[in-house]
């Protein structure tokens, strides 16, 4: 790829950005990393990089470079770029792409509200091994009225640069991760070996008390002080399943913390995030994936339709059984959530949250999903699902008290 540019100016500042590239081992700021250096390589007003998923057919990520951000929170309140029109046609045909104007291409299909207007395309893909990992995309050639040969050349010489940092700072993230994990594994059986059976035998000695002649006067004091032994060893054991648990930074809680975090400015609010139990051990990808999907439609439902001051978010695994819940005290769900609306799900609040689709994701895994009406004000939804843990020792499986 190198031996074909022939330019001494272009392969030094290829060059430079390999350098660059080379040396970030965060991959989420790599990422942001390359969309920069590609747009500032290619000359370009915008750019992306697109993230494909396990199964290569949509994206999962899409980081942009150039876009002003209070257009780009704008942006954050619509639907996430899943690899439609001209995005799509290098996800099913991973080669380069280029067109003068992109309105043009038979597969457009146009921009959303209070997208920047964009003329001219460049694409490649980013490939890692014989695998499409994900692509690179320009728009609006500075200067000029489309992008050329050069351009095109330049952007796949880049992109092949991307993938071997890529997967550098995947392979580093990987090495790091075994000595977290091992570290994790240890304090995880420190806290269970020696703190968790303590309170359960100081827990059980206050139960007999209580039970007994002398304890019978402040029998009330003694169950109450056991209700909050049984909340920290609770407590105690979801940091035992943190701690050896997968560990990374791509587990479910990072994640469902990092897609919180990005739909706090549509929401104009923080969102409470709480975990209960095993849930790293208990949560597969297959069900991770959909309980991304139900966060996200959950809270962008608040949004745009409850008129709330606050929401929640609880995620619990416990005795089989995977639940998460997300709340506000918003205007409640409207009569008539049960009915299906014209466009084939559910009717809820202004009809954009889609009950069915959430439904339908529950049942595929076996399970359930459920609103409900909060008094004063407000409305939940619980997601609820079968899932397996594990290597749980009896203890942590049941970890209350005989209360």
């Known amino acids: 790829m190198l031996d074909a540019i022939e330019d001494p100016d272009d392969l030094r500042r290829l060059l430079q950005a390999a350098l660059l590239l080379g040396a970030n081992l965060d991959l989420a700021e790599l990422l942001q990393h390359i969309a920069d250096e590609a747009r500032g390589l290619i000359g370009a007003r915008y750019a992306a990089l697109g993230v494909l998923d396990r199964q290569g057919n949509a994206l999962e990520r899409f980081v942009v470079s150039g876009i002003e951000r209070d257009v780009e929170r704008v942006l954050l309140a619509g639907p996430f770029p899943q690899g439609r029109g001209v995005l799509g046609v290098l996800i099913d045909d991973p080669r380069p792409l280029r067109m003068e104007q992109i309105s043009d291409h038979p597969d457009s299909v146009g921009f959303p509200p209070g997208h920047p207007p964009m003329s001219s395309f460049l694409g490649v893909p980013i490939r890692i091994g014989d695998r499409v990992y994900g692509n690179l995309y320009l728009s609006e050639k500075i200067d000029q009225q489309a992008f050329s040969q050069r351009d095109e050349m330049l952007l796949e010489a880049l992109a092949a640069v991307a993938a071997l940092a890529v997967e550098n700072a995947r392979l580093h993230q990987r090495a790091g991760d075994v000595a977290v994990y091992e570290e994790r594994e240890r304090l995880a059986r420190d806290l269970h070996d020696g703190v968790i059976q303590r309170l359960f035998a100081i827990g059980l000695g206050l139960q007999g008390l209580s039970a007994s002649t002398a304890g019978r006067p402040v029998a009330g004091t003694l169950t109450t002080s056991v209700e909050d032994l049984d909340e920290t060893i609770r407590q105690i054991r979801t940091s035992i399943f943190e701690l050896g648990g997968h560990g990374t930074s791509q587990g479910i809680r990072s994640r469902i913390l990092e897609l919180v975090d990005e739909l706090r400015p549509m929401l104009g609010f923080d969102v409470p995030v709480t975990f209960d139990g095993a849930v790293e051990a208990g949560v597969d990808e297959v069900t991770a994936e959909h309980l991304l999907a139900t966060v996200r439609e959950g809270l962008t439902n608040v949004a745009r339709h409850a008129q709330a001051t606050s929401a929640r978010v609880r995620l619990s695994v416990a005795e089989g059984r995977c639940r998460l819940e997300v709340g506000d005290d918003g ?35 076996g399970g359930t999903l459920e609103t409900s009406i909060n008094e004063p004000r407000g409305a939940a939804l619980v997601w609820d699902v079968p899932v397996a843990v594990p290597g749980l020792s009896a203890s942590l499986a049941n970890p209350r008290l005989p209360l």
């Open 331 to 365: 205007v409640g769900f409207a009569e008539g959530t049960d009915r299906e609306g014209s466009d084939g799900e559910m009717a809820d609040r202004g009809n954009g949250l889609g009950l069915t689709i959430l439904a339908r994701r529950a049942e595929r895994l």
